[in-house]
């Protein structure tokens, strides 16, 4: 499921990652990176350049909290 949308950047994660630690997608123009949530940290990219990734982990590390939160409701995690 999509998480959160900030301008091109889609954040998501997929039904088949209950079995892995928290982490988030990032999508954008054929563009994809994952970053680990706990603790945040780049996993691996692909098409992003670094001042952009470097963008999007500040992002990830600002709204880590409300993407773990949405990670437990999707995968019913208490």
Do not use: M
Not at 22 to 29: A, G
Not at 42 to 71: M, P, T
């Amino acid at each position: 499921p999509t998480v959160k949308i900030i301008g091109p950047h889609r954040f998501h994660f997929f039904s088949s990652d209950r079995d892995e630690p928290f982490h988030i997608h990032v999508e954008r123009d054929g563009a994809a990176a994952k970053f680990w949530l706990h603790p945040v940290r780049l996993e691996c990219s692909q098409g992003f350049s670094r001042a952009e990734l470097a963008r999007l982990l500040k992002w990830v590390d600002l709204h880590q909290i409300e993407f773990r939160r949405k990670w437990n409701e999707y995968f019913n995690i208490k």
